[in-house]
């Protein structure tokens, strides 16, 4: 699928402008409901995406994933019958299947059709490697619906050894699955820029992401700073539409480094705004990068350095009550910071395991506000696409059906008779 085809199978041509809003409106919360409740495919519709050579699969069985997945590869996400994407967030006992109906893909709930989806496909540049013959495709993920590539540059964090892995994360979990399938996963700053080069090239991507895990001693600054110049030499450009995704630093020098090696964006993820909360779900974050006040300090400095709606915050929601996760978007929005989220999908290997999401409508309501907030504080779609790590979470969804931003709006109307 390149970068101009469509992304929905309904046909919308005698729909106004209007219509198509409620009808992605009723989307976002099947969206939503999937997000919290997971999703599933039939071994039919299964065998027949893997018979399509340009089927592109997840890669680990872990991820967002309720349990250990162990089959023939799933999607990595599904775009819905209105062209919203939603992950592939597998739970086998989900009401929600893909089946083959009239050979088509067909999203069912409870065996009723909700119409027809698409996958993800492959990318031009998939089978080709790094200089050092490692496969691009194992170094960066990228996908043309977000124009935007995420490379994680370690699989492993090193708050592990203290036993302070943030409750909700798999990270370590999925490094002790998948190291001896996929080798050794340090990836270099010269494997980085090669990835970014090849998706930014292709048109995959115009906007890269690089995290991974926290490196002992805060390595990783340094890290990044060498990775964000071989990028730049690599795009031969000075400064990139990149984000360095780090812990807060102790030393806000090093954010002043992170915008002098070309990265345009910095994020630093706080994951919850209220202190308890964080201290006890996030302890390595909490001990280990100065504690919530320095984490919110730093946010706001980077600010400074790197301009307004520049700086990203993501949060995990539905672990701490609404309410004080709404007050931190408020309040950092109103500095400047892009907060986004993820709906919280407590996956295999985590702390979490087992545990549920909060209902579908506490979702809509969070992001119906924190929209509020990115439009109230002036951030342009622009500016929330090159500070977040894809565009697909709901209030990015939100701020594109109420600003008519999506393509789909293009076609509405096109069949109607004069
Ligand atoms: S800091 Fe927390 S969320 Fe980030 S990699 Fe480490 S354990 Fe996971």
């Known amino acids: 699928m390149g970068q101009n085809e469509k992304y929905w199978t309904a046909d919308v041509s005698s729909l106004s402008k209007e219509q198509v809003k409620a009808k992605l409106w009723e989307e976002l919360r099947l969206k939503a409901d999937i997000g919290t409740k997971g999703i599933t495919i039939s071994e039919n519709a299964l065998n027949a995406i893997h018979q399509d050579e340009s089927f592109r699969g997840q890669k680990l069985g872990g991820g967002r994933n309720r349990k250990l997945y162990k089959g023939k590869d799933l999607p990595g996400c599904v775009y819905l019958p209105y062209g919203l994407k939603v992950t592939f967030t597998w739970n086998e006992t989900s009401s929600y299947v893909v089946e083959l109906v009239n050979g088509k893909h067909t999203l069912t709930y409870e065996g009723k059709s909700l119409g027809e989806i698409q996958y993800s496909k492959k990318l031009p540049y998939d089978g080709q490697t790094s200089s050092d013959g490692v496969p691009l495709d194992l170094i960066g993920h990228a996908d043309y619906y977000d124009q935007h590539v995420i490379i994680s540059y370690s699989n492993e964090c090193s708050y592990k050894e203290r036993d302070e892995d943030c409750l909700f994360c798999n990270i370590n979990y999925n490094k002790d699955l998948y190291t001896e399938k996929f080798g050794p996963y340090w990836r270099t700053p010269l494997q980085v820029a090669e990835t970014v080069k090849a998706a930014f090239e292709h048109g995959v991507a115009n906007h890269a992401t690089l995290t991974g895990g926290v490196v002992a001693e805060r390595r990783e600054l340094e890290y990044y700073v060498d990775a964000g110049e071989e990028i730049a030499k690599a795009l031969g450009v000075e400064t990139f539409n990149g984000t360095a995704t780090v812990a807060a630093p102790t030393d806000f020098s090093n954010i002043h480094k992170l915008k002098e090696a070309g990265f345009r964006t910095t994020a630093m993820n706080l994951e919850l705004w209220d202190k308890v909360f964080y201290e006890a779900v996030c302890p390595g974050k909490a001990h280990g990068s100065g504690g919530w006040d320095n984490w919110v300090k730093a946010l706001e400095y980077a600010v400074g350095v790197f301009g ?111």
């Open 308 to 418: 307004w709606g520049r700086v990203r915050s993501n949060f995990v929601a539905g672990i701490e009550p609404m309410p004080r996760t709404l007050e931190g978007f408020e309040y950092l929005c109103g500095k400047g910071v892009v907060c986004s989220f993820n709906v919280w999908a407590p996956n295999v290997g985590s702390a979490f395991e087992g545990h549920r999401s909060p209902e579908t409508e506490w979702y809509i309501e969070i992001a119906t506000k924190l929209a509020e907030f990115w439009k109230k504080n002036g951030f342009t779609f622009d500016q929330i696409h090159d500070a977040t790590a894809g565009d697909y979470r709901l209030p990015s969804d939100i701020f594109r059906i109420e600003n008519e931003v999506f393509d789909i709006f293009k076609e509405a109307g096109k069949g109607a008779v004069a």
